[in-house]
């Protein structure tokens, strides 16, 4: 009986956190599983992969669709799974739609051209946006059973998933839709949304100033629970979907498996950069009324705080670089939500996949990346110059902003 034949991945958009991750994980399997795993994305690349079966196309899948055929016809005519990670990120509703509808599009449009016959699988990934939980409150935990909303046509990944249904109706490949919640990982560059990294950077700056940090949000969404995506785990789900027959033309949500409150989480990330931050009682905005609130804003925060930044990066390394790639707006939205926005797991776990990812353990080994890479300092260093300061003062001089 011969052996299966090798599957061929193409990652479009591996210069971002989930591209990345799906790179990451499938580096890690075996050459007698994915023979090859090319990937791509606008921007040159950022990482290096030691290992030989990863090949790059750099592509931009807003460029006419002729070009881009070209481009991939050398390497994508054997790809068998095809993962759509890639996002053209900005905060209105509109410009994202008109830039990521043809940006699906064009690489479906292209890598069903290319590949072919030999074309089993396409993984589109959204997120929650698909339920509405970015413009209010919304039934929880959110399933994806859940009907679509009235979205006056601004919601992008309701024709990204319509445009791939009708070609799907067509062709012999299958698919899957999947939408995690917040992507907490790593990536060694600038990204839409990159939740930990600007957590990292305000922490820091903070630190570096003697204040000890506000939680941006509300009230409400202190004291409410909420949930996220590790990359690693939302890698293993996109692969995993993607590779059982059970599993064909189905849309499954990712989150970590436990939520948290961010009472309790902004302290314990506060911990890991050696402040003590104590329990938050003044707040400007209260929400709670289906509105976002603040108690400050991320981007006007961060206006005046580069200069701090680049001093704590002369003092104990990291990029300097590193604080524009804060992505103020998004943080203020994570935060800002006066209503919980949580899914289930229930329907991935029906169907096998059992994975678990507890959410602080992602928070901390996705800072490590972060440091291991250079782009923030290392903690021990941070936490050795504090504690040597610490002594020779006598005191904590940090206080509330």
């Not at 490949?173 to 999947?178: E, G, H, L, P």
């Not at 100033?209 to 939302?234: C, T």
């Not at 995993?240 to 314990?268: D, I, L, M, P």
């Amino acid at each position: 009986m011969p052996l299966p034949r090798p599957k061929v991945a193409f990652v479009a958009g591996c210069n971002g956190v989930s591209g990345n991750a799906i790179v990451e994980f499938l580096t890690r399997q075996p050459k007698e599983e994915w023979s090859r795993i090319v990937v791509s994305s606008r921007s040159p690349l950022k990482n290096y992969w030691q290992d030989s079966r990863v090949e790059f196309l750099a592509i931009d899948f807003l460029s006419p669709i002729d070009s881009i055929i070209q481009i991939m016809q050398p390497l994508c005519n054997e790809v068998t799974h095809a993962f759509f990670v890639a996002y053209v990120h900005t905060d209105g509703f509109l410009e994202l739609r008109n830039a990521n509808i043809p940006l699906f599009e064009n690489f479906l449009t292209a890598i069903d051209t290319v590949a072919g016959e030999s074309l089993q699988r396409v993984c589109l990934q959204t997120g929650g946006k698909h339920y509405g939980a970015h413009l209010g409150p919304v039934p929880t935990p959110l399933s994806e059973d859940m009907p679509r909303y009235e979205d006056d046509g601004l919601n992008f990944y309701y024709s990204q998933e319509d445009f791939m249904f009708k070609l799907h109706a067509e062709r012999k490949w299958s698919w899957n839709v999947i939408r995690p919640n917040a992507i907490i990982g790593f990536t060694p560059g600038k990204n839409g949304m990159s939740e930990a990294l600007t957590m990292a950077l305000y922490m820091l700056v903070c630190k570096e100033l003697g204040e000890v940090p506000r939680f941006p949000g509300n009230k409400y969404f202190y004291n409410s629970v909420d949930d996220n995506s590790f990359a690693g785990g939302l890698a293993d789900i996109s692969v995993w979907a993607s590779t059982h027959e059970h599993t064909k033309n189905e849309a499954f949500n990712h989150v970590n498996g436990n939520c948290f409150v961010w009472r309790y989480f902004f302290q314990r990330i506060g911990k890991y950069f050696g402040l003590d931050i104590p329990p938050q009682e003044d707040w400007p905005e209260s929400g709670g009324e289906g509105k976002y609130a603040h108690s400050l804003k991320m981007g006007e925060w961060a206006k005046d705080k580069k200069q701090v930044w680049e001093t704590v990066c002369e003092k104990y390394g990291g990029s300097k670089e590193a604080f524009d790639w804060g992505t103020w707006g998004f943080f203020d939205w994570a935060t800002g939500k006066s209503w919980p926005t949580i899914s289930t797991m229930t329907k991935a776990r029906k169907f096998g996949w059992h994975r678990y990812d507890d959410t602080y353990e992602t928070w901390v080994e996705t800072f490590k990346a972060f440091e291991n890479a250079g782009i923030l300092p290392r903690n021990h260093q941070i936490q050795a110059a504090a504690s040597s300061a610490k002594s020779l003062n006598g005191v904590n001089s940090a206080k509330i902003v």
